[in-house]
């Protein structure tokens, strides 16, 4: 693999890799295909997750089973650990990826028609684990692009799968209006993600060996830097997911608001994420990695904390927006540390993130239950300065 001039990348047959064609792709073809990776998984998690209310439904599930249900998901994805690292190291991130998101539009399509609520509790287990796998694999592929390009895109590409939940949500929003079928909604949301993977094989990179298993075999256990990484990133995924899943509450039940005006802290917070991740790239090039997440870790902190102290909507919602501002940095520079090391380092980060995202509500939840909403709010500021206690500690690798 070489850089060529006008951003062109060539890409030929090199020892130990058998079956690559030399051609010559742009660099910016490259970002694009992966940037597609991200966009699928989005489409997919935003499509079931904006219709959990029909499912519900139609299997009979009372809250707690609905509960379950996301429960498996999240499980799957925390199992898919010693698998990820199997084929990370054996078939590289570029397989990993079309293996993995050709078989996600077949999982999607199975819990439409699953009959049963345990048929269905499978069927989102093993999506947790498709999810947990192209997660790691895109993330190696954006790092890989990043090196190659000499450019830094990971955040423009977390944006993207913020974008494409979005997306996929409004999609789901109008889909309803036409009919409830949940199996023809799930049905074309499959055949753009197919489409989408389609357009990104041609682009995706090669793994060279230096990329998966001679890393990874120095690596061997995961050690201390990777301990932080992935503490980092957990208290990161823990404050990202509590506030999704808790703000339009405490809005509701603390901060005064109404009925209508409830949703507006989601929308804070993801709208305030989305739009630094298109500009974090720039940040991290500026100013370094560790410094990003550190000062977005205390930004995230100070804001929670003085709307829980001033209290009132305009303060929380410009808390929850200064949450979403500094957290939005955690997750895409930490995985792009994480891989630039070794498979390992990322599929353990990778790991220990997908638990933060399963505990964190819970844990926000049974604080609530004793301490009102507003302790609740406390633990996911204390999470948020975890983050720059945590990224302060990270041996951040050079770029």
């Not at 992966?34 to 219709?51: E, I, K, Q, T």
């Not at 980060?349 to 239950?369: D, E, M, N, R």
Request: hydrophobic share 55%.
């Amino acid at each position: 693999m070489q850089q060529l001039p006008n951003g062109m990348v060539e890409i030929g047959s090199t020892p130990g890799r058998v079956g690559l064609i030399s051609r010559t792709i742009p660099i910016r073809r490259r970002q694009w295909a992966v940037a597609a990776l991200f966009l699928v998984l989005g489409f997919n998690v935003g499509a079931w997750a904006s219709r959990i209310p029909d499912i519900k439904d139609s299997l009979g599930l009372g809250a707690a089973q609905v509960g379950t249900l996301l429960l498996a998901c999240g499980l799957g994805a925390i199992c898919a650990f010693p698998v990820t690292t199997t084929l990370l190291l054996r078939f590289g991130s570029r397989r990993l990826c079309l293996g993995a998101v050709g078989l996600l539009p077949l999982v999607l399509v199975a819990l439409a028609l699953a009959p049963t609520y345990p048929q269905a509790l499978v069927v989102m287990f093993v999506e947790g684990m498709l999810c947990a796998l192209i997660n790691t694999a895109m993330n190696a592929q954006g790092v890989v692009v990043e090196r190659v390009g000499k450019q830094t895109v990971m955040s423009r590409l977390h944006a993207v799968f913020s974008l494409g939940m979005m997306c996929s949500a409004v999609f789901a929003s109008g889909f309803s209006h036409l009919t409830t079928s949940l199996l023809g909604h799930f049905l074309v949301v499959s055949l753009l993600m197919l489409g989408l993977s389609a357009y990104a094989a041609p682009g995706l990179l090669p793994d060279t060996p230096s990329d998966n298993g001679e890393k990874a075999a120095k690596a061997g256990r995961p050690d201390v830097a990777t301990l932080w990484m992935g503490c980092a990133l957990f208290f990161g995924t823990v404050a990202e997911g509590s506030m999704t899943e808790w703000s339009a509450l405490y809005l509701r039940e603390v901060a005064g608001a109404t009925v209508d005006q409830a949703p507006l802290g989601i929308a804070a917070v993801s709208t305030s994420m989305l739009l630094a991740r298109l500009f974090a790239d720039d940040w991290r090039a500026k100013w370094g990695a560790k410094k990003l997440v550190v000062t977005g870790g205390v930004v995230a902190f100070t804001g929670l904390s003085l709307a829980l102290s001033l209290g009132g909507l305009v303060p929380a919602l410009l808390g929850f927006a200064l949450v979403g501002l500094g957290i939005a940095a955690v997750s895409p520079c930490i995985y792009s540390a994480a891989a630039r090391r070794s498979p390992v380092t990322l599929a353990t980060v990778t790991t220990i993130g997908s638990a933060g995202t399963l505990l964190g509500p819970p844990i926000i939840g049974f604080v609530s239950q004793w301490s009102g909403l507003t302790g609740g709010m406390v633990v996911v500021a204390g999470a948020a300065l975890l983050v720059s206690i945590c990224a302060s500690r990270i041996s951040w690798p050079v770029p």
